[in-house]
Structures are given as C-alpha cells and as structure tokens.
C-alpha cells in the first residue's frame, strides 16, 4: 500500500509554525503594532529567541518592521495581510483548547 504524500507546502507551514514561540508572537501582534520589549514581556519569551522568529517572520512576509524616525527610533512589529489570514486558524484552534485542553 503506497502512503500518502504530504505536500510540501503543508509541510513547510507547519514547520514554521511549530517552531516554539512562532504562534503565539503572531497571535500576539493580532491586536494590533507592538515594541519588541511589549511583545516580549507579554509572552514572556528571551530577547534573542524573539529576535530570531521576529526575523524568521518577516523574511516568511508574516511581519513587517516599521522603523519610525524620533529620537529615539521607535521600532515596531505588525502582521501583514499575510500574518493576518492566519487569525482564523489560531482563533479554531483557541476555541478547540478551551474546549479540550487540560492545564494540570
């Protein structure tokens, strides 16, 4: 019996978001542009960790980094309409946790 292929496409986005913390930057920045350090205080995560998946974000065209010029430089993060299209999955898959995840 020959197994099923899985596509590749699929693949990868389970890859990225399956990477610890990936999900829930993204489901943080759903409420809207956030600083780094108010991203990273919310979700508690390391400096370097959330600079990396920050990066990793953008490069996918999930996040964009917006520099605003004043003294001094104000760096924020937001969803792109990319990033965005995932909020319907994250929210399903909110719902299917509180309807079924155990926290011991």
């Known amino acids: 019996m020959k197994q099923p292929t899985i596509c590749p496409k699929f ?29 990273q205080s919310s979700i508690g995560i390391s400096g370097k960790v959330l600079s990396d998946r920050l990066k990793e974000l953008e490069h ?24 965005h299209s995932i909020e319907p999955i994250l929210r399903e898959i909110e719902k299917w946790s509180q309807e079924w995840v155990k926290i011991d």
């Open 60 to 83: 996918q065209g999930l996040v964009k980094r917006e520099v605003i010029p004043e003294t001094p430089v104000i760096i924020e993060y937001s969803l792109t309409e990319r990033g």
């Open 11 to 39: 693949e990868k986005a389970i890859t990225l978001l399956s990477q610890r913390w990936t999900a829930l930057v993204i489901y943080q920045l759903l409420v809207g542009p956030q600083r780094f350090n108010e991203i």
